[in-house]
């Protein structure tokens, strides 16, 4: 495994994150550069209009969704694989413990919002529900909270065992990077958060440190003019 | 991290996959442990009866969902999670190249499948189509193969740009273990496989292989008594 550190080769790369202010998968590639002390640009691809679906951003990312990130012209989409990337091209202040076990209940956690909860919640999702399935507005918000309460049930049992300040121990991990962005959505759709006080508290404890705060959506370029 | 090999630890472990036949998720496990050449025990949750969901089960894996793996009493859930840990702990015969830049295209893969086509194509979802929003079995159908051609159209570029013989060059992958059974899905749904031609040759490759072969649903110990 390449293991150059940010110090040979991170200072000369350029970091281009494609994203959205709003995309929640976006949001944790945001939080890991902060917290791995990267400097990066940001580049907005406007989700409403369907910019993330157009040939130019397809012939880069041919999934056609965000994120993408651009490393020297080197491009990576999926926010897990981003985030393993930067784990191991930099990898100081680590996303992930170093023990294997632990690994992999790390990754356990975070794939439940990534695979288990954001992908049946997304805007091409839940477009597709309002459209193809004429869905009202209660029942995608149904929907929706369904998935999270499903989820954060799961979520707040594990971190309950192997959680403390953060999902797993003291440190901020990759699981931290996907459950904040889940938390905020959970609260946009009005999802009741009283059945899950360990992730509120985790929330909390990470929202205190600078990395998590200024990934927060409001505070990106591309919000501009949109109440928080 | 841990690099304990099969020959000085995994000898000794005893893994058993809680699974079933047909589950996509238990299917890439599957694979996993037939290219380590792990020998394992397989423990069956009838998803259609929603086994998965029993407080027993939930007890162990707090998401109620399959795959499982238990190795000597240590659960891990979630296939990506289970597929990364098999390559840490048994490094021998490797599911992900060695260089960073490579393994994040391999986990771009995996993950078009793990996060963008499957999670929204899974059983409970379905389910949730025809309960909560009385889809048809035509409209289940249709939406079925929407997400599966979206993905399988991105990763269709992506392996004609990184694929080979696999889909990442000349030996297989997590990226692999993840496509075949969403191409037995895609099938098994009617889905036209023709717009994917080096999808469908990758396949052939793969189950041209034992490891491929002997996981696939049929031939598992709870699919008894149906035909292929």
Chains 1, 2 share one sequence.
Request: hydrophobic share 40%.
């Amino acid at each position: 495994m390449d293991t150059d550190d940010q110090t040979t080769r991170g200072g000369h790369m350029t970091l281009v994150l494609h994203g959205y202010w709003r995309s929640s998968a976006a949001y944790r590639v945001r939080i890991g550069l902060n917290l791995k002390s990267l400097a990066y640009q940001q580049a907005t691809l406007d989700l409403r209009a369907g910019a993330q679906r157009s040939a130019d951003y397809r012939e880069l990312a041919p999934i056609g969704l965000v994120p993408m990130l651009e490393a020297d012209g080197f491009r990576i989409t999926q926010s897990l694989a981003i985030l393993e990337w930067l784990d191991e091209r930099y990898p100081g202040t680590p996303l992930l413990p170093e023990q294997t076990d632990a690994r992999s209940l790390v990754r356990a956690m975070a794939q439940i919002v990534a695979c288990d909860i954001h992908p049946i919640n997304n805007l091409r999702v839940l477009s597709a529900l309002r459209s193809d399935l004429t869905a009202s507005d209660a029942t995608v918000q149904e929907w929706v909270a369904r998935w999270i309460e499903e989820g954060f049930t799961a979520l707040e049992t594990m971190v309950s065992e192997h959680g403390s300040t953060f999902c797993f121990g003291e440190r901020p991990t990759i699981a931290d990077c996907c459950l904040i962005p889940q938390v905020y959505n959970a609260r946009r759709f009005g999802v009741d958060l009283n059945p899950f006080p360990r992730l509120v508290a985790i929330e909390a404890s990470c929202l205190r440190l600078n990395a998590f705060d200024m990934a927060r959506p409001e505070l990106q370029p591309d919000a501009d003019g949109v109440s928080a």
